[in-house]
T-cell receptor, first 113, second 111 residues
Framework: NAGVTQTPKFRILKIGQSMTLQCAQD?????MYWYRQDPGMGLKLIYY???????DKGEVPNGYNVSRSTTEYFPLRLELAAPSQTSVYFC????????????FGDGTRLSIL | QKEVEQDPGPLSVPEGAIVSLNCTYS??????FMWYRQYSRKGPELLMY????GNKEDGRFTAQVDKSSKYISLFIRDSQPSDSATYLC???????????FGTGTSLTVIP
């Protein structure tokens, strides 16, 4: 069972570069989420989606963009990388209509220098 | 005031000890309560999932929810070195699209 798959696992970017963090789930979950996790700060919600074509901002959306064209994929885009975006990024999914818990990927560790 | 409060620790116990991890919350609308275990450089892994008040047991793990006190606990019996990880509590309501997480408690079980 693949579950939630995130790629890449690690990446180093230079300030001002762009990149897309990939997230795919094979559980046919309707809800998907992007979080960032900084040491001692817990998980902060960046964006989420309740279905294909529907996205909404979370607590810390600035500097990020998302799209959800299919149920399976929910990529996160950084347009102009800044040092403050150095973090570990987690994608999660759930079948919210059934009040199910979230399932997480193993994260992307991103450093911006 | 944060929605969910969790003591970050770190917590260090000898192997075989009983561990108690706790979270408090402020939103009385929360109905679903979760505990996740997160090993270093891995994603959070669901350990326990409970609805409303009461206890739930799974092997060495017991989750307790006291909605009247807005307090949840995770107990680990006969703790093992493999239990060394960060434990995150999380919760959500019947409505709404978001989950609310504690900051995590770091646990080390010493052989």
């Amino acid at each position: 069972n693949a579950g939630v798959t995130q790629t890449p696992k690690f990446r180093i970017l230079k300030i001002g570069q762009s990149m897309t963090l990939q997230c795919a789930q094979d559980m046919n979950h309707n809800y998907m989420y992007w979080y960032r996790q900084d040491p001692g700060m817990g998980l902060k919600l960046i964006y989420y989606s309740v279905g294909a074509g529907i996205t909404d901002k979370g607590e810390v959306p600035n500097g990020y963009n998302v799209s959800r064209s299919t149920t399976e994929y929910f990529p996160l885009r950084l347009e102009l990388a800044a040092p403050s975006q150095t973090s570990v990024y987690f994608c999660a999914s759930t079948n919210r209509g059934s009040n199910q818990p979230q399932h997480f990927g193993d994260g992307t560790r991103l450093s911006i220098l | 005031q944060k929605e969910v409060e969790q003591d970050p620790g770190p917590l260090s116990v000898p192997e075989g000890a009983i561990v108690s991890l706790n979270c408090t919350y402020s939103n009385s609308a929360f109905q679903y309560f979760m505990w996740y275990r997160q090993y270093s450089r891995k994603g959070p892994e669901l350990l326990m999932y409970t609805y409303s008040s009461g206890n739930k047991e799974d092997g060495r793990f017991t989750a307790q929810v006291d909605k009247s006190s807005k307090y949840i606990s995770l107990f680990i019996r006969d703790s093992q070195p493999s239990d060394s990880a960060t434990y995150l509590c999380a919760m959500s309501g019947d409505t709404g699209n978001q989950f609310y997480f504690g900051t995590g408690t770091s646990l080390t079980v010493i052989p």
